[in-house]
């Protein structure tokens, strides 16, 4: 009896074990089967964000040159157009009856001439958004401020503190598409008469300021009425800081100017592939 006993025992223990086993065995599938599945799904992720950045930098890499080709254009007709139209009136006046004169208008032609070429020179440098890459974001905003300038519409202010620092080639893409777009509202929408940029280096972050002295606007009201672009492209230069882990804020006050600032942590810096 006692055999009996001990070996129904032994049985409900072997079934017991059996039973664990298996219990453990299926919370090992379903662990691995789970882990796999975020592990796909994680992929996926980075694939979709991988693209996503990959899209975005195209798109403002097309837009940079949009831009520029307009600033160009806009350059050419109303700078170097005009040097050489007054090449063209000094060349047709020049004569040769008296020397002395016709000497100094020749001398004031070639002048005129290489200064043409050097607004042509500078200008082909913006030609290519990779170019960022070569002269840094610093030296290329105040080109872009050196244009404003000219055209005797606005006061700008342009200064730089700390040591340069570089970003990110593809980051600093983002960073001067987000001040382009900036500028671009103020130009457009704010009916200012001056424009200030400032860039602080600093140990963990770059800090970016644009303002004007414009009209300001209702931060509340940027999808509704005139100023429904001004909101797209906020949109849009927001969602730009974000994919560069950057932040974005934005203070306006109706006749008081807008401000916009931008901070770029370097700590963040890393590579999506």
């Known amino acids: 009896m006692k055999t009996d006993t001990s ?12 039973i664990v086993l298996i219990i453990l065995l299926c919370f090992l599938i379903s662990f691995i089967f789970i882990y796999k599945s975020r592990q796909a799904r994680h992929l996926l992720e980075v694939k979709e964000i991988r693209e996503r950045y990959d899209r975005e930098i195209l798109v403002t890499q097309l837009e ?26 000094n060349l047709s006046s020049i004569e040769f009856a008296d020397l002395h004169v016709a000497a100094r208008k020749i001398e004031h032609v070639t002048n005129l ?67 382009q777009e900036s500028i671009n509202n103020m130009i457009k929408h704010a009916q200012a008469s001056a424009i200030t940029i400032s860039l602080a280096f600093s140990t963990g972050e770059l800090a970016i300021e644009i303002a004007d002295n414009g009209k300001g606007f209702d931060l509340a009201l940027l999808n509704t009425g ?7 492209g906020i949109k849009n230069m927001k969602s730009r800081a974000g994919l560069i882990d950057a932040a974005l804020d934005i203070k306006s006050i109706p006749s008081q100017g807008t401000r916009i600032t931008l901070k770029i942590p370097f700590a963040t810096q890393k590579s999506l592939y």
């Open 7 to 18: 070996n129904i025992d032994i049985l409900v223990m072997i079934i017991s074990a059996t």
């Open 113 to 179: 001439v290489k200064k043409a070429i050097s607004d042509l020179r500078n200008l082909s440098k913006t030609l290519d958004s990779e170019n960022i890459a070569d002269v840094g974001l610093a030296q290329i905003i105040g080109f872009e401020l050196d244009l404003i300038e000219k055209t005797g519409l606005y006061q700008v202010s342009f200064k730089v503190t700390g040591q340069e620092r570089r970003l990110d080639p593809s980051r600093e893409i983002v960073v001067y598409r987000i001040i």
């Open 64 to 89: 940079i040159k949009e831009q520029t080709l307009k600033n160009i254009s806009e350059e050419i007709h109303d700078n170097v157009g005009q040097v050489l139209s007054l090449v063209i009136l």
């Open 226 to 232: 005139d100023i429904r672009n001004s909101g797209a």
